[in-house]
């Protein structure tokens, strides 16, 4: 999710994963996704009586021959040219250009691509955040393409992610290396005043917070660590300066049901305030949110939920026990 402040809308990615796998699986073309839009207003106090909020779907204009399953995004407004980068998972077979990563221009409802970065580079781009107009950073979440190579990381799980920056030049982008150390790096946030990027990292169970430009010259020392019982997904800034992070506090759980075992872990998001000083957790019973969170966003006193693996969006306030999941 990218919170658009100046439209006053939610930016949502989407598509339907466990469709996607079964038809790769079976031989056939798999379904594809795009990207939606939902009024804050409508969605945080102006919802029917069942909980329903219309949502549009924005226009995308790519090549034909691209089909889309986006992932992480980020959005870029300076007032004047707006952006955004979106991480597009070609399939889920993990092959060696398991992922692109896409810029676009935006006009209201249209994108318009202007940007792609693809090959070994960018196989396993997993959320992306933009610097400014024309630069990215991105988060990959292991080092090798390919369904044998994917496979042997998950097994022993060597410390071999990390964060790359992104220039789109012409249309083209490249990628250099800023982190390649880290255990699973997953999702990548730019604090407003753009002073801090925020990168979690699953396997760690812990969330980096960096001095920017001192992490892209090259000092890799984080200011703040924050640690999870649980593995964090997505990560955002509230406008008091907190993370609010989605957390799985039970992975191998996860891990199963996306195999096919076993129930869709309960969701979990934790706020933690800048320093990491201090957190608070919330967890939805079982139906108020989609099960394993993985993004969660501040809007006013409220947090949207949402999950790559169930459908709707959970609406939940720190401080009130959490509502009816909105279904769309």
């Not at 402040?5 to 796998?21: C, K, P, Q, T």
């Not at 000092?219 to 957390?247: L, M, Q």
Request: contains cysteine; negative net charge.
């Amino acid at each position: 999710m990218a919170h658009d402040v100046r439209n006053g809308r939610l930016i949502l990615s989407a598509y339907d994963r466990f469709a996607a796998m079964r038809a790769m699986e079976n031989g056939a073309e798999p379904p594809g996704g795009g990207l939606y839009a939902v009024d804050v207003d409508l969605l945080t106090w102006r919802r029917d009586e069942e909980g329903s909020v219309p949502v549009s779907t924005l226009d995308i204009r790519v090549p034909g021959d691209l089909l889309l399953h986006p992932h992480g995004i980020g959005l870029f407004d300076d007032g004047e040219a707006s952006r955004l980068a979106v991480v597009n998972r070609l399939t889920d077979m993990h092959d060696a250009s398991a992922a692109d990563l896409l810029l676009f221009d935006v006009d209201g409802q249209s994108l318009a691509m202007v940007g792609r970065g693809s090959g070994d580079l960018f196989c396993r781009a997993n959320d992306v955040a933009l610097l400014d107009a024309s630069t990215a950073v991105f988060t990959y979440d292991q080092s090798r393409c390919g369904a044998w190579g994917v496979w042997a990381e998950r097994v022993f799980q060597p410390r071999s992610s990390g964060l790359r920056l992104s220039r789109f030049d012409g249309g083209n982008a490249d990628a250099e290396p800023v982190l390649d150390d880290i255990a699973f790096a997953n999702g990548v946030v730019i604090s407003p005043d753009g002073a801090s990027l925020l990168m979690t990292a699953s396997r760690d169970q812990a969330l980096r917070v960096f001095d920017k430009q001192a992490l892209l010259d090259g000092n890799t020392d984080p200011k703040v660590v924050v640690s999870f019982e649980g593995g964090p997904d997505n990560v955002s800034i509230a406008p008091d300066g907190s993370s609010v992070t989605a957390v799985h506090p039970d992975p191998f759980a996860l891990f199963l049901h996306i195999n096919g075992w076993g129930d869709l872990p309960e969701s979990s998001v934790v706020i933690s305030s800048a320093d990491g000083a201090s957190q608070q957790t919330i967890v939805g019973p079982p139906g108020t949110m989609p099960g394993a969170a993985t993004s969660a966003v501040m809007l006013g006193d409220q947090i949207i939920v949402s999950s790559a693996w169930d459908a709707g969006l959970g609406i939940c306030s720190p401080h009130q026990p959490a509502r009816t999941a909105v279904q769309q």
